[in-house]
């Protein structure tokens, strides 16, 4: 069974940081593109970050742009979202989402419409 869990979400003060993971059981990400998404109460979801299944290239959203890095660990099958710089407006609901399997290469999308597997999500607040 192909599952995703995201830990690490909490809460922090502005300017703070936080590190998700998001854990794959069942299947290797290897072959698997990763996003990141996010959703605030009464918004859409939204693209956050995403990390292709080969070559490591990687997108960002403007917004999160020289503040947030995305990184996987295939050894321990694991993708991570290093969020640094954190606004009030970063608050959502995290979710780490996949993509494939890819064969090929291909770079990643941050629309959310072209996953296949998510997890439960994980909450971000960032207040004072």
């Known amino acids: 069974q192909l599952q995703l869990v995201e830990s690490g979400g909490g809460l922090v003060q502005p300017g703070g940081s936080l590190r998700l993971s998001c854990a794959a059981s069942?299947?290797?990400?290897?072959?698997?593109?990763i996003g990141w998404f996010r959703q605030a109460p009464g918004k859409e979801r939204e693209g956050v970050s995403c990390i292709s299944s080969s070559r490591g290239s990687t997108n960002y959203a403007d917004s999160v742009k020289g503040r947030f890095t995305i990184s996987r660990d295939n050894a321990k099958n694991t993708v991570y979202l290093q969020m640094n710089s954190l606004k009030p407006e970063d608050t959502a609901v995290y979710y780490c989402?996949?993509?494939?399997?890819?064969?090929?290469?291909?770079?990643?999308?941050?629309?959310?419409?072209?996953?296949?597997?998510w997890g439960q999500g994980t909450q971000v607040t960032v207040s004072s």
């Open positions: 069942g299947f290797t990400l290897d072959y698997y593109a």
């Open positions: 989402a996949a993509q494939g399997p890819l064969l090929l290469f291909r770079l990643c999308t941050l629309n959310y419409g072209e996953y296949d597997y």
